[in-house]
């Protein structure tokens, strides 16, 4: 038989052979059903088999040789080896397992994502080489016990003859009524046809990055790198990290004061799991957390899945980046770290939805800082549970609010031990004026060493307390938000951790949760009761100093309105001014359960939570099968995790020429960090300031942009009647 070539440098025979192999292992490892197991090999045996073509062959060699300009105009008009190969694996699990085609529908997805329109302009034949069936029957004598038996070759040359898009568009009655096999592949069982896909791509993938066998996408011994890493870190084993880690494979609530040891908890819950998912809210939280965790586990064994993980990956990854990018993206490491949107988004049917959820059901999920979720972001969550196969699940918040509890209906509640929640961390000073009338005494504060730590509800307002100190204060002053490229986010991130003396960080949200700081006093403006507990633990974080001091501004600017729902901080103010000047946490955690009784009962809650459970389930049920269309309108209307005003990222102006130099050096990777997010609609409305770059594929914007300050916003009187900035 002439030698046939999967890749330049590797035989279509060995490729097939040695995904199949590991699609079997997988399938073991994932605890696939047994009929799922033997599908799952079905593809991995065929997916490849449309390469058997005299156009790819000729294709492939013209590679090999060097010749890749040639290769290059070759391309396009080679049968996509995906439609080439779906007659045969049709016909045989047609032959030998029957209805759902879920091997098929693998296959014919195997390099798009499955929709209504794919391949439907590649009529006619592929011309497959002569001695196909040399092959054929080659593979099915090597996997004979496997698969059960061999076709009959009349039956292999007859379907051969049949154009596969007429296959896959022919309409059949079934039922009562006329549907095509791409109709039953979409209606097929959406879990089963995940499973199946994701073994395949998974084995594809692994021997395409020339991995020998499955073992690094599991835990080889989770336990002891943690156990190894408390007695680096001479820490004690808390009796609520015990009790977690007697409950794992359960379904976990903890409520945990920050600085009490929740994430080891949380570690220790997961000590015996193959798989880790750890979701977070925010990308600086990701980004921290798995630095974290590389500590603890290793660099190989954790991915980092977000909208900028590729960039944070190429940057300190000294592994094949391209597969650890890869693996990271799908949830395939060992622990990857991610925002909860990643998970949703997966729930939504994004771009490699089935390895997602696949992988996320093998795994062991945290899901911390709970609290944070707004009601929409909370009912997709819920939706995405409702009918999730996994079982290890732990719902985790400092504060974990009773209503929250209900929602999610954690088998087991662990709470850190009692000495943790009467611990007396903060002193409350509550003040009716504004944030910005306290600079006077946060320069005090810090001109008696205390590291001050101010937050403002906006960015606009960060940023103008940030101009004032820097005029009246010599000592170091950082300001980190939202709003700044991703470059100098992350120095942020970076210089956030460092809290000399004297040091005043003002910052906005994006320092609430999961960040492991401790300064020694608060400025804060007034935020909902939850939030306030986040600020506070970024304050005295472990309790090992006496009381420090917290300031509350409750007359807060109109950007706090569009920031905040209608009514939450008139409702925290009034639980505000119940509790005790020195609040103990006990205190906190039944005041935010409090106001999450409130909340619950609002219209607007129960309807933004609604929304999102019933837009998952619109998603659902027009997909089927199928990966989410963005370039359908009504459909990407739907595909967002949170309800407020989504943001688009820019480019300033200042780095217009930087970007174009990353472009000409082959380096388009790093465009994105030269990119700041601003609310989508900015571009809109304010036309003046912003202008789109087809080289580089986004917008540029006018206002001016330093390292120091971000993006910043033009002065009241240069914005147009009836809008604002915050």
């Given at each position: 038989m002439v030698e046939l070539l999967a890749k330049p440098d590797e035989t279509l025979e060995a490729h097939l052979e040695k995904v199949a192999e590991l699609a079997r292992k997988l399938s073991l490892r994932l605890g696939l059903r047994e009929d799922l197991t033997r599908r799952s090999v079905l593809a991995a045996l065929f997916h490849d088999l449309g390469k058997a073509t005299q156009d790819f062959q000729h294709y492939m060699r013209l590679l090999k040789e060097g010749c890749e300009k040639d290769a290059q105009r070759l391309k396009p008009r080679v049968f996509p080896h995906a439609l080439a190969s779906l007659n045969f694996v049709f016909l045989t699990e047609a032959e030998l397992f029957g209805e759902p085609f879920l091997a098929t529908g693998a296959v014919l997805s195997h390099h798009s994502p499955l929709s209504g329109d794919l391949y439907h302009t590649w009529e006619g034949k592929p011309?497959?080489?002569?001695?196909?069936?040399?092959?054929?029957?080659?593979?099915?004598?090597?996997?004979?016990?496997?698969?059960?038996?061999?076709?009959?070759?009349?039956?292999?040359?007859?379907?051969?003859?049949?154009?596969p898009l007429t296959l896959l568009e022919k309409a059949h009655e079934r039922d009562g009524r006329k549907i095509s096999l791409r109709g039953l592949i979409k209606e097929a069982p959406r879990w089963d046809f995940a499973q199946v896909k994701t073994v395949l791509h998974l084995a594809d993938w692994l021997a395409s990055a020339g991995k020998q066998n499955a073992n690094e996408l599991f835990f080889k011994d989770g336990k002891h790198a943690l156990e190894e890493y408390f007695c680096r870190r001479k820490l004690i084993l808390y009796k609520f990290q015990q009790r977690a880690r007697e409950l794992s494979?359960?379904?976990?609530?903890?409520?945990?004061?920050?600085?009490?040891?929740?994430?080891?908890?949380?570690?220790?819950?997961?000590?015996?799991?193959?798989?880790?998912?750890?979701?977070?809210?925010?990308?600086?939280?990701?980004?921290?957390?798995?630095?974290?965790?590389?500590?603890?586990?290793?660099?190989?064994?954790?991915?980092?899945?977000?909208?900028?993980?590729s960039y944070i990956l190429h940057q300190e990854t000294e592994e094949d980046f391209l597969w650890e990018r890869l693996a990271a993206s799908v949830f395939a490491k060992p622990i990857t770290v991610a925002t909860l949107d990643q998970f949703l988004l997966a729930g939504l049917q994004g771009r490699h939805w089935e390895e997602r959820l696949t992988l996320a059901a093998s795994a062991h999920i945290v899901f911390d800082e709970i609290h944070s979720y707004e009601p929409y972001t909370l009912g997709l969550l819920a939706e995405v549970l409702s009918d999730f196969p996994g079982k290890s699940l732990a719902f985790a918040s400092a504060t974990l609010p009773k209503a929250l509890l209900e929602i999610f209906s954690p088998q087991s509640l662990i709470e850190a031990e009692e000495n943790f929640f009467l611990r007396k961390r903060h002193r409350l000073g509550l003040h009716?004026?504004?944030?910005?009338?306290?600079?006077?005494?946060?320069?005090?504060?810090?001109?008696?060493?205390?590291?001050?730590?101010?937050i403002s509800n906006t960015v606009r307002e960060a940023q103008?307390?940030?101009?004032?100190?820097?005029?009246?204060?010599?000592?170091?002053?950082?300001?980190?938000?939202?709003?700044?490229?991703?470059?100098?986010?992350?120095?942020?991130?970076?210089?956030?951790?460092?809290?000399?003396?004297?040091?005043?960080?003002?910052?906005?949200?994006?320092?609430?949760?999961?960040?492991?700081?401790?300064?020694?006093?608060?400025?804060?403006?007034?935020?909902?009761l939850d939030a306030l507990v986040q600020r506070l633990g970024r304050v005295n974080r472990r309790g090992e100093k006496p009381s420090?001091?917290?300031?509350?501004?409750?007359?807060?600017?109109?950007?706090?309105?569009?920031?905040y729902p209608e009514g939450v901080l008139e409702e925290s103010l009034s639980l505000l001014k119940d509790l005790p000047e020195v609040p103990a946490e006990r205190d906190w955690v039944e005041a935010v359960s409090l106001l999450y009784e409130e909340l619950v009962q609002k219209d607007s809650f129960q309807k933004d939570f609604e929304l999102g459970r019933k837009t998952l389930q619109e998603v659902r049920e027009i997909l089927g099968c199928y990966t989410i269309d963005l370039a359908d309108e009504e459909l990407r209307a739907r595909f967002a995790t949170r309800r407020g005003t989504p943001s688009v990222e820019v480019l300033p102006e200042t780095f217009l020429d930087e970007a174009r130099a990353f472009k000409n050096q082959g380096k388009g990777w790093r465009l994105i960090e030269l990119l700041v997010p601003v609310p989508i609609w900015w571009i809109p409305a304010f036309k003046d300031w912003f202008y789109p770059t087809e080289e580089l594929g986004c917008f540029v914007t006018r206002l001016p942009y330093t390292s120091e300050e971000g993006l910043i916003p033009p002065v009241k009187e240069k914005t147009p009647e009836g809008y604002e900035f915050w």
């Amino acid at each position: 038989m002439v030698e046939l070539l999967a890749k330049p440098d590797e035989t279509l025979e060995a490729h097939l052979e040695k995904v199949a192999e590991l699609a079997r292992k997988l399938s073991l490892r994932l605890g696939l059903r047994e009929d799922l197991t033997r599908r799952s090999v079905l593809a991995a045996l065929f997916h490849d088999l449309g390469k058997a073509t005299q156009d790819f062959q000729h294709y492939m060699r013209l590679l090999k040789e060097g010749c890749e300009k040639d290769a290059q105009r070759l391309k396009p008009r080679v049968f996509p080896h995906a439609l080439a190969s779906l007659n045969f694996v049709f016909l045989t699990e047609a032959e030998l397992f029957g209805e759902p085609f879920l091997a098929t529908g693998a296959v014919l997805s195997h390099h798009s994502p499955l929709s209504g329109d794919l391949y439907h302009t590649w009529e006619g034949k592929p011309n497959f080489i002569e001695n196909l069936f040399e092959l054929v029957a080659h593979l099915f004598e090597i996997w004979k016990t496997i698969l059960g038996h061999i076709l009959e070759k009349e039956k292999l040359i007859t379907i051969q003859e049949i154009p596969p898009l007429t296959l896959l568009e022919k309409a059949h009655e079934r039922d009562g009524r006329k549907i095509s096999l791409r109709g039953l592949i979409k209606e097929a069982p959406r879990w089963d046809f995940a499973q199946v896909k994701t073994v395949l791509h998974l084995a594809d993938w692994l021997a395409s990055a020339g991995k020998q066998n499955a073992n690094e996408l599991f835990f080889k011994d989770g336990k002891h790198a943690l156990e190894e890493y408390f007695c680096r870190r001479k820490l004690i084993l808390y009796k609520f990290q015990q009790r977690a880690r007697e409950l794992s494979w359960k379904k976990l609530a903890l409520r945990a004061p920050t600085g009490s040891g929740k994430t080891e908890a949380l570690l220790f819950w997961a000590e015996k799991a193959e798989r880790i998912l750890y979701l977070l809210p925010t990308q600086a939280t990701t980004n921290a957390m798995f630095r974290r965790l590389k500590n603890i586990y290793g660099q190989e064994n954790v991915g980092l899945a977000h909208g900028h993980a590729s960039y944070i990956l190429h940057q300190e990854t000294e592994e094949d980046f391209l597969w650890e990018r890869l693996a990271a993206s799908v949830f395939a490491k060992p622990i990857t770290v991610a925002t909860l949107d990643q998970f949703l988004l997966a729930g939504l049917q994004g771009r490699h939805w089935e390895e997602r959820l696949t992988l996320a059901a093998s795994a062991h999920i945290v899901f911390d800082e709970i609290h944070s979720y707004e009601p929409y972001t909370l009912g997709l969550l819920a939706e995405v549970l409702s009918d999730f196969p996994g079982k290890s699940l732990a719902f985790a918040s400092a504060t974990l609010p009773k209503a929250l509890l209900e929602i999610f209906s954690p088998q087991s509640l662990i709470e850190a031990e009692e000495n943790f929640f009467l611990r007396k961390r903060h002193r409350l000073g509550l003040h009716s004026c504004p944030l910005k009338e306290a600079v006077s005494k946060i320069i005090s504060r810090a001109l008696n060493g205390k590291k001050v730590l101010v937050i403002s509800n906006t960015v606009r307002e960060a940023q103008e307390i940030y101009r004032e100190l820097r005029q009246n204060y010599s000592g170091p002053v950082h300001l980190f938000h939202s709003r700044f490229v991703l470059r100098d986010r992350l120095e942020k991130e970076r210089l956030v951790q460092e809290q000399n003396p004297g040091t005043i960080l003002v910052a906005t949200q994006v320092v609430e949760v999961s960040l492991d700081i401790s300064y020694d006093v608060l400025f804060t403006e007034l935020a909902p009761l939850d939030a306030l507990v986040q600020r506070l633990g970024r304050v005295n974080r472990r309790g090992e100093k006496p009381s420090a001091e917290v300031n509350i501004f409750s007359l807060v600017g109109e950007g706090s309105k569009h920031v905040y729902p209608e009514g939450v901080l008139e409702e925290s103010l009034s639980l505000l001014k119940d509790l005790p000047e020195v609040p103990a946490e006990r205190d906190w955690v039944e005041a935010v359960s409090l106001l999450y009784e409130e909340l619950v009962q609002k219209d607007s809650f129960q309807k933004d939570f609604e929304l999102g459970r019933k837009t998952l389930q619109e998603v659902r049920e027009i997909l089927g099968c199928y990966t989410i269309d963005l370039a359908d309108e009504e459909l990407r209307a739907r595909f967002a995790t949170r309800r407020g005003t989504p943001s688009v990222e820019v480019l300033p102006e200042t780095f217009l020429d930087e970007a174009r130099a990353f472009k000409n050096q082959g380096k388009g990777w790093r465009l994105i960090e030269l990119l700041v997010p601003v609310p989508i609609w900015w571009i809109p409305a304010f036309k003046d300031w912003f202008y789109p770059t087809e080289e580089l594929g986004c917008f540029v914007t006018r206002l001016p942009y330093t390292s120091e300050e971000g993006l910043i916003p033009p002065v009241k009187e240069k914005t147009p009647e009836g809008y604002e900035f915050w």
